[in-house]
């Protein structure tokens, strides 16, 4: 089984991560495109998935039927919408095979939902899925671990394009949760996600968001340290998309020989301790 190339579906197939994922497909060895799902009623169902990708005939027609898909797959890569996963996720664990989660905007609620589904399926989810950004979380993690919070202000910055729907970024929240893993608190208390009008002095202690969307940029986040009379800034830009589809095959070849559970990018980079 393990020779085998792995037999991956596509949900969302015809958005803009989903072409990048099937072009990522076609051209990494190991893999195979066995499905493309995208929502019934869509323009593009009956459509090849390579040539809907600019990646070349792929033999493989647009579905708007994932249980079908999943039966014979080895697994699921997902950068849809929160409603959508969730029920992918479910067919993942009916099929009990790899659901790679990269959407973003995810409640409490939904979280606990994807860690049902982890039972029985193996499911890697993560704010980001490339490898710069989730070692810039671990050194996110060292520094605000290292600077003392009575004399150092965190700000999370961050921008995207703007057909954008959640924000703060998945990824800054990421980043977040790295600055309060290393000061050792919680961020839903800690995080300051809009300042409006007369706010008054900042509180000691608070990790801060600022998000900015404009254009066709597909990522830049940057983690800033202020303290008195020095600034340490941590950053990533990314240029293109594919980092994100190639981390996510990535996970999926990972999470291909392990046991049910609920994985993230540490995991599937070695960077957890």
């Known amino acids: 089984m393990s020779g085998s ?3 991956l579906v596509v949900v969302g197939a015809a958005g803009r991560m989903g072409q990048t994922l099937i072009r990522v497909i076609r051209e990494t060895e190991g893999v195979l495109l066995h499905a493309a799902i995208e929502r019934e009623g869509s323009l593009f169902l009956g459509r090849d998935a390579g040539e809907l990708a600019g990646a070349g005939t792929a033999g493989v027609a647009v579905t708007h039927d994932p ?6 797959a080895d697994g699921v890569v997902d950068f849809t919408s929160p409603a959508s996963s969730i029920s992918f996720a479910g067919l993942a664990a009916q099929a009990r095979i790899v659901h790679v989660i990269g959407t973003t905007g995810c409640s409490p609620d939904d979280e606990a939902k994807f860690e049902a589904a982890a039972r029985h399926a193996r499911i890697i ?3 980001n899925m490339s490898l710069g950004v989730n070692l810039l979380g671990v050194l996110t993690e060292q520094a605000a671990g290292a600077l003392p919070a009575e004399n150092w202000d965190i700000e999370v910055v961050e921008m995207h394009h703007k057909h954008k729907v959640d ?3 998945g990824t800054a929240l990421l980043l977040g949760e790295a600055a309060a893993t ?4 919680q961020l839903a208390a ?5 300042r409006d009008g007369h706010t008054g002095a900042r509180e000691v202690g608070t990790i801060g968001f600022a998000t900015l ?6 990522g830049d986040h940057s983690v800033l340290f202020a303290g008195e009379g020095e600034l340490v800034t941590l950053s990533h830009s990314a240029r293109d998309r594919s980092i994100f589809a190639r981390g996510a095959v990535a996970a999926a070849l990972w999470g291909r020989d392990k046991k049910p559970g609920f994985y993230d990018m540490l ?7």
Not at 182 to 185: A, D, L
């Open 67 to 72: 249980l079908r898909a999943f039966v014979d």
């Open 190 to 194: 800690n995080a300051v996600k809009v």
């Open 213 to 218: 969307r404009g254009g066709s940029v597909v």
């Open 5 to 7: 190339p792995m037999k």
């Open 125 to 127: 989810k993560s704010g």
């Open 167 to 169: 924000a703060p970024s």
């Open 267 to 273: 995991d599937v980079l070695g960077l957890k301790h």
């Open 182 to 185: 290393g000061r050792n608190v």
